[in-house]
Every structure is written in C-alpha cells, then in structure tokens.
C-alpha cells in the first residue's frame, strides 16, 4: 500500500494526540498488566507512571551517557512520512545528519552518534506488523498497512558507496539508522495514550492493550517514562536537540 502523504492526518498535533479521555476509565487499569499492577478505576487522563524497576532504566542511561563527543537527539510527536516518498522524516533526517557527519566534512571530525525520541503518534513506528494489523494502524494515520517504514531497503552494508542509490546511505528505514549505531526510544507515556484509543474503538481493556503494544516493540526501539524525559536528560549530557517538524 502507497501512503497519501497528503492527508492532513500526518501531521497530527501533539495536543490532539495526547487530548481526550480514557472512554475505559470507568473499568480503567492502574498500569500497564505487563509491569504486574493491579487493575482499578481511575479518572480520565491516566497515565501510568514507571518507577525504576518497570523498565531498563540502565539501558536508558546508558545511551544518554555516551562518552563521544558529537551527539545530537532528535525529536518527533507526529507521525510525518516526507512528500513524494515512503519515508517517514525522522528517519530520513537522522540519516541526513550523519551522512553529512561522515562524508561532507574535511578531516576526520568522528562519528556522529543519533538517537531517536519517538512521542505521540510517532509511537506507532516502533510497533511490530501484528500490532499495526490489530490495531488498524494503517487506515488511522493514513499510513501503510504494515510497518513499511522499519525494514531496510538496502543489504545494509557499511561498504557502500554513500552516493549508491541501492545502499546503506540511502536507505532511510530504522533498521539503516540502527545499523549505523542510531539508537531510539518510546515514550510510555504517548504509548499508554494510544492504548486508551484502541481499547475505546474495540471495547476492550486499556491495561491489556498497553501490555500488548510494549511486547510489540520491534527491536531496536527502548521504552523510556517520557519522551521529554529523555529529551531532557540527553540535553544535560551534551546531545544537541533538533525537533523534527
């Protein structure tokens, strides 16, 4: 399936995505069923708060603290695919970034280490196809009806030319930013929130979909408690931010 990058639905506002109510609530989980807490009823705009324990916490300071030198996050609350193509714009501007990293500059200025912030709708990019499929991702964002957008276009290898239209530098899916060393984290908070949706259009548990959209995170992709969390910290430790619009 070709995506309409048209539709006016790729560029979701952050505060559509993250409005609204829990249509659950009533019957709404404490948490997500995967991190083993207890269902009860909780007022409209629940979302689950982590503690330390309920997700790789050293995982995710172990990339903020990267030792080298130049870094940079990048930052996307919308699901955005670029005009006239299947890409969707984080993936494309992080491999802008580091292409120009390593092939534009004079010297040897090292590698530019990236890192993905996915929020919002952008979420749904680090889903599996199964969950894409169950959840009607598709048809909702007016994207493709599996997850296209993380396989690799290219045979991946490092050898290629960056000017070689069939090569590793030109492939501008996750799997091409995650073999150069790219990196990328969920926010739980935005998954939750999609959570709360599926389980409104479908009639079913808030907590049980949440449970089932953090086992569908395709590799590569790390849960974090906030996408402006992460955001934050990497700001501290020295990564330069660019919001991807």
């Known amino acids: ?27 709404g989980a404490a948490g997500c069923a ?32 990267d030792p080298r030198p130049h870094k940079q996050v990048f930052s996307a609350a ?53 969950a894409w499929r169950a959840y009607d991702v598709g048809s909702r964002f007016d994207l493709a ?18 000017n070689d239209p069939q090569g590793l530098y030109q492939d501008w899916s996750a799997q091409a930013v995650l073999r150069r060393g790219g990196k990328f984290m969920v926010c739980h908070n935005a998954l939750a929130k999609f959570a709360s949706g599926c389980a409104a259009r479908t009639g079913s548990d808030p907590a049980a979909v949440l449970a089932d959209l953090v086992r569908s995170l395709l590799p590569g992709f790390m849960l974090v408690p906030a996408g402006v969390l992460a955001v934050q910290l990497a700001q501290e430790r020295g990564w330069k931010l660019y919001t991807v619009t």
């Open 34 to 65: 995967s991190h083993g807490r207890a269902a009860e009823s909780q007022a409209a705009g629940f979302f689950p708060v982590l503690s330390p324990s309920e997700y790789d916490y050293d995982g995710m300071m172990a990339v903020l603290n």
């Open 1 to 27: 399936m070709t995506p309409n990058t048209n539709n006016r639905h790729q560029r979701l506002d952050r505060r559509q995505f993250l409005a609204g109510t829990l249509a659950a609530a009533a019957a």
């Open 78 to 130: 919308a699901v955005i695919v670029q005009k006239g193509a299947a890409f969707p714009a984080i993936f494309a501007h992080m491999q802008f970034a580091m292409n120009a990293y390593d092939f534009s500059l004079r010297g040897a200025p090292g590698r530019l280490v990236t890192l993905g912030v996915l929020s919002g709708s952008t979420i749904v990019l680090a889903l599996n196809d199964e």
């Open 145 to 162: 009806a599996t997850n296209v957008y993380y396989h690799a276009t290219s045979n991946l290898d490092p050898a290629a030319s960056p």
